[in-house]
Antibody, heavy 119, light 108 residues
């Protein structure tokens, strides 16, 4: 069974940093591109960042470019999101999601981890 | 960036009725790379449709997708109790990937 399990969400002050993790199991992690997608409380979905299967290519939404860094460790079957210079508007549930054939749509999602940016 | 506009914002229907949800793109979606997801409260989104009209694994045939270019539709032919949820469209034909604002299907 495909599983994605996010962790690392917390309450952090504006300007602070946080690292999210997503542990994958039940499939060959190194064969799939993966993304982070977030959802602010009561709002819709927003794609944040993506990384290719071997980690060689990364992509970011303009809203996080220069502040967030996506990475992966295929030996640990884990995806990461390093979040710096956090703002109130980054408050959201962050989901990791597996892409189908590196196409850009998602067939499996984690349960999400909540990041709250507030003083 | 392609902006996706979903309508209506809320659809109030009874079980057994037909639901028609619209997703309109600000420019043509490459190769009709349009997906639909269902999300229930406290849960992650679930893939329903990809490539505008292909059902994901395990999705019942009462749920269908259609459309091309800039206009796409998700149809639920007969609403079951488990279909009341929020639905999002997403385009993956160009970066950045973008989602629509969602349509809530609620029980009338």
């Amino acid at each position: 069974e495909v599983q994605l399990l996010e962790s690392g969400g917390d309450l952090v002050q504006p300007g602070g940093s946080l690292r999210l993790s997503c542990a994958a199991s039940g499939f060959t992690f190194s064969s799939y591109a993966v993304s982070w997608v977030r959802q602010a409380p009561g709002k819709g979905l927003e794609w944040v960042s993506a990384i290719s299967s071997n980690g060689g290519r990364t992509y970011y939404a303009d809203s996080v470019k220069g502040r967030f860094t996506i990475s992966r460790d295929n030996s640990k079957n884990t995806l990461y999101l390093q979040m710096n210079s956090l703002r109130a508007e980054d408050t959201a549930v962050y989901y990791c999601a597996r892409e189908v054939s590196a196409s850009g749509f998602f067939d499996h999602w984690g349960q999400g981890t909540l990041v709250t940016v507030s003083s | 960036e392609i902006v996706l506009t979903q309508s209506p914002g809320t659809l109030s229907l009874s079980p057994g009725e037909r639901a028609t949800l619209s997703c309109r793109a600000s420019q043509s979606v490459n190769r009709n790379y349009l997906a639909w997801y269902q999300q229930k409260p406290g849960q992650a989104p679930r893939l329903l449709i990809y490539g505008a009209s292909s059902r994901a694994t395990g999705i019942p045939d009462r749920i269908s997708g259609s459309g091309s270019g800039t206009d796409f539709t998700l149809t639920i032919s007969r609403l079951e109790p488990e279909d009341f949820a929020v639905y999002y469209c997403q385009q993956y034909g160009s970066t950045p990937l973008t989602f629509g604002g969602g349509t809530k299907v609620e029980i009338k």
